[in-house]
Each structure stands twice: as C-alpha cells, then as structure tokens.
C-alpha cells in the first residue's frame, strides 16, 4: 500500500492550490481517503475526508467553504484544493487511508483511526 502527496509549494496568501494523493498497491473505492496537515510546533489535525461509493465529504470548520475533496477511482487519486489560502495554512499535508468506506478513522483525535499514511507534500502560504 503507498500514498503519494504532491501539488504543495509558495503561494501567496488569496491563492489557491490543488493537492493530489496517488494511491498504489489496493482498490482505491473501497477506502475512505482523508487529509491531514502539520504545522511547526502543532498537531496534527484533520483537514478533509471523502468516503468511498458515496463520496460523502467532511471539512474541518478552518477550511470549510474554501476547500473542495473529491476523488478518482478510475485514476486512483485523491485531490483536496483550497482557496484564499491563508498563511495559517502553512504545512505539512499528508493523505492517508482510513480503514473503513467511511470516514470514522478521521474523526478520531490526530487521525488514530487512519491506517496508512502517505509522504506529505509542503504548502507554504506566505507573500
């Protein structure tokens, strides 16, 4: 099982950017993918979630309205993009696989529930 995160880079605050997460190695519609970020000297928190089948979508309430998941099976990727970018968006962002079609790995404290965990991809909101 592998998750590659890429799409992270500069960007000026106002500007948006969309993060892929290619997954390898397992039938990608059958898992839950969610993405999680880091910032220096925080935890780990849970930005984003998107079931498999249903494609049901759950947002942390600092990106709600500006940020969009959605997912491609046929492609095996995950995308997450985020408008108006913030410098609190500055980060680490990792996507990884919950164990379940639902988003019930996510919802616990840091991701505990998530089974696997991709590299994570550096966005860095800063003008």
């Known amino acids: 099982v592998q998750l590659q995160a890429s799409g992270g880079g500069l960007v000026q605050p106002g500007g948006s950017l969309r993060l892929s997460c290619v997954a390898s190695?397992?039938?990608?519609?059958?898992?839950?993918i969610a993405w999680f970020r880091q910032a220096p000297g925080k935890e780990r928190e849970g930005v984003s979630c998107?079931?498999?089948?249903?494609?049901?979508?759950y947002y942390a309430d600092s990106v709600q309205g500006r940020s969009t998941i959605s997912r491609d099976n046929a492609r095996n990727t995950v995308y997450l993009e985020i408008d108006n970018l913030k410098p609190e968006d500055t980060a680490v962002y990792y996507c990884?696989?919950?164990?379940?079609?639902?988003?019930?790995?996510?919802?616990?404290?840091?991701?505990?529930?998530?089974?696997?965990w991709g590299k994570g991809t550096l966005v860095t909101v800063s003008s």
């Open positions: 190695g397992f039938t990608l519609d059958y898992y839950a």
């Open positions: 990884a696989r919950d164990h379940s079609r639902y988003c019930s790995g996510y919802e616990l404290p840091g991701g505990a529930g998530m089974e696997y």
């Open positions: 998107i079931t498999s089948r249903d494609s049901n979508t």
